[in-house]
């Protein structure tokens, strides 16, 4: 990276970016990825594309705030970045707003540590308040077991909430940790509930938080 720098310097490309600033801003960044991407997310089950989404978002955006203020380009190039950098969007069903969070911190730790001719400790102590609030407020412990939602389509209305759950609890051979009910339909005298069960050991979950669902129709 310092010679690439250097090379820079030379050709005139920049003359705003010191080789040993970028070296050393460069390296905070890695490792601080490195502590929340190799450990922090990795701490859970998680999306296995994930890991690469972070790294790839990181340090994209370090590169472009490094070359952003090398001072050779307008303020018009740098909003249009950022513009093209709010198109990211994590559209898949398995990323959950856990993998959502993980990704502003990712592109946090970049603006902190892109921005060059900054004090080294500033930098620092803010990339590490970021970290430790992650590592106390992400505990592993504090989140239930993996769970899966099983929809249903019951052929009856019920007089009393209780007497579903005691029903679906026949129907599938094992009571549910909870049941909530969708929709009741008068017309076609039906029940539309959703029941939550654990999830089985053998069985695919995404994420610890996320929770497929399955479509059954009990008559």
């Known amino acids: 990276m310092h010679a690439a720098v250097t090379v820079l310097a030379a050709t005139g ?9 970028l070296t050393a801003r460069g390296g905070l960044d890695v490792i601080a990825l490195l502590v929340l991407v190799g450990w922090l997310y ?28 090398a001072g050779k380009f307008p303020t018009g190039v740098g909003f ?18 856990r993998d959502v969070a993980y990704t502003f911190v990712a592109l946090v730790i970049a603006l902190c540590t892109g921005l060059p001719h900054r004090q080294t400790w500033l930098v620092i102590a803010l990339v590490a308040v970021v970290l430790v609030a992650v590592l106390v407020v992400d505990d592993p412990k ?8 099983i929809k249903l389509t019951l052929d009856r209305i019920y007089a009393e909430p209780a007497l579903i759950a ?29 029941a939550r ?23």
């Not at 504090?142 to 939602?149: F, Q, V």
Request: glycine share 4%.
């Open 13 to 21: 490309i920049t003359d705003h970016i010191a080789p040993a600033d």
């Open 42 to 69: 990795r701490r859970r089950p998680s999306v296995p594309a994930m890991p690469l989404v972070l790294a790839a978002l990181n340090v994209g955006l370090f590169a472009a705030m490094s070359t952003i203020s």
């Open 80 to 97: 249009g970045l950022f513009g093209i950098l709010s198109l990211v969007r994590l559209r898949s069903a398995a990323f959950t707003l």
């Open 142 to 149: 504090s989140y239930e077991p993996p769970t899966r939602t």
């Open 166 to 194: 005691h029903d679906v609890a026949l129907r599938f051979g094992q009571a549910p940790l909870s049941v909530v009910v969708d929709e009741v339909d008068y017309v076609r005298e039906t029940t539309r509930v959703s």
């Open 197 to 219: 069960y654990p999830a089985v050991p053998d069985e695919t979950v995404p994420t610890a938080d996320a929770e497929p669902q399955e479509q059954v129709v009990a008559e």
